[in-house]
C-alpha cells in the first residue's frame, strides 16, 4: 500500500504551504485518511481527517488555517496550511486506514504510513 507525501518545505511564519499525499488507489477508496506530524521531542499528533464521504475533521490549531481535500479522480490528497506560524514546524505523515466509520486522529488507527515531509517555519 503506497503512501507518500510531498510539498515541505522552508517558509516564514504567515506563509502558506500546500501537502500532497498519493496513494495506491482512487482517494475516496480508504474508509478515512489522515495527516499527522511530529516535532522532535513531541509525540506523534493528528492534524486532520477525511472520510470517505468527504466529511472532513480537525484537530482545534487546525480548524482555521488548515484545509484537508481530495482530488476524486485520482489517487491524491492535500493539507493546505495557510497563516503558518514556527510551531507548525514537523515532519508531516499522511496515512490511511483499511476500516473505520469515525474519523479518528489516533495514530494507532492507521494500517499504512508514508515516511513524511519536513515543514520547518522560520520567524
Known amino acids: 500500500e503506497q503512501v507518500e507525501e510531498s510539498g515541505g518545505g522552508l517558509v516564514q511564519a504567515g506563509e502558506s504551504l500546500r501537502l500532497s499525499c498519493t496513494v495506491s488507489?482512487?482517494?475516496?477508496?480508504?474508509?478515512?485518511v489522515g495527516w499527522f506530524r511530529q516535532a522532535p521531542g513531541k509525540e506523534r499528533e493528528g492534524v486532520a481527517c477525511i472520510m470517505r464521504n468527504g466529511n472532513t475533521y480537525y484537530e482545534p490549531f487546525a480548524t482555521d488555517r488548515f484545509t484537508m481535500s481530495r482530488d476524486a479522480t485520482q489517487n491524491t490528497l492535500y493539507l493546505q496550511m495557510n497563516s503558518l506560524k514556527t510551531e507548525d514546524t514537523a515532519l508531516y505523515y499522511c496515512?490511511?486506514?483499511?476500516?473505520?466509520?469515525?474519523?479518528?486522529?489516533?495514530?494507532?488507527?492507521?494500517?499504512?504510513w508514508g515516511q513524511g515531509t519536513q515543514v520547518t517555519v522560520s520567524s
Open positions: 496515512a490511511t486506514a483499511d476500516n473505520g466509520e469515525w474519523c479518528s486522529f489516533q495514530p494507532g488507527d492507521f494500517g499504512h
Open positions: 488507489r482512487l482517494s475516496t477508496h480508504y474508509p478515512r
